[in-house]
């Protein structure tokens, strides 16, 4: 869903050349900026390496919620799964900017009580020991959905589809507790562009850094 409006908000960004998706289906987007790689397997990228230099950026969108997941599994596709991809991105790219898509609550310290949050701080804490121009690791807490973009979660829809009419009540009341999908992308693309005031960023950063592309 986060992925779906990076995509859109780069799109139609004058100052975006050149958008490669890669993904395990093909997004169904069509722009001449787009050009789209399927990819089955995310944690294998030798085949495809040669087509992953020259980009100013990467907005790591990709995750799943550990809800009912084995603990192995969810830092196999957590952990492992980010690091596969950005340390052949350090590698193959010296100036680029890494976005990743974390969560509020996450715990830096990796020594909480929430699984899912140790994880994701170690995840976070990986990324910025890569060798990348500059690392960012963006906190949303709850996200709304905008211009007709879907979660691919069955559960996620049916909830936005019960909150829908008061999610825009509820974002004026706890601007700092709600974003959209659209200021996710336009403060990725800031913070890609022009850098941002720290590597970790909740929730009220992102919305600052949103301001920022207006």
């Known amino acids: 869903m986060i992925g779906q409006g990076v995509l859109r908000e780069c799109l139609r960004d004058p100052d975006v050349r050149l958008v490669q998706t890669v993904g395990r289906t093909a997004t169904s987007v069509q722009n001449p900026k787009l050009k789209e790689i399927v990819q089955p397997d995310l944690f294998q990228y030798a085949a495809i390496e040669q ?24 830092y196999h ?23 990743y898509v974390s969560g509020s609550g996450t715990d830096s310290s990796e020594r909480g009580r929430m699984r899912w949050a140790r994880v994701k701080g170690k995840t976070e804490n990986a990324l910025l020991h890569l060798p990348f121009k500059a690392a960012y690791m963006f906190r949303p807490g709850f996200i709304q959905p905008l211009h007709g973009i879907q979660s691919r979660t069955p559960l996620y829809r049916f909830f936005y589809t019960l909150t829908g009419p008061v999610l825009p009540l509820l974002r004026r009341m706890l601007p700092n507790q709600i974003l959209t999908t659209e200021q996710l992308g336009l403060a990725m693309l800031v913070a890609a562009k022009r850098g941002a005031p720290k590597p970790l960023l909740e929730a009220r950063d992102i919305r600052a850094l949103a301001r ?3």
Do not use: P, W
Not at 55 to 71: N, T, Y
Not at 85 to 94: D, F, I, P, Q, V
């Open 212 to 214: 920022e592309s207006q």
């Open 51 to 74: 087509q992953l230099s020259g980009f100013d950026a990467c907005f790591f969108c990709l995750g799943v919620a550990s809800a009912g997941m084995k603990a192995a599994d969810y």
């Open 77 to 99: 596709l957590t952990y492992e799964l980010t690091l596969a991809a950005a340390e052949t991105l350090a590698r193959l790219n010296s100036h680029v900017t890494f976005i």
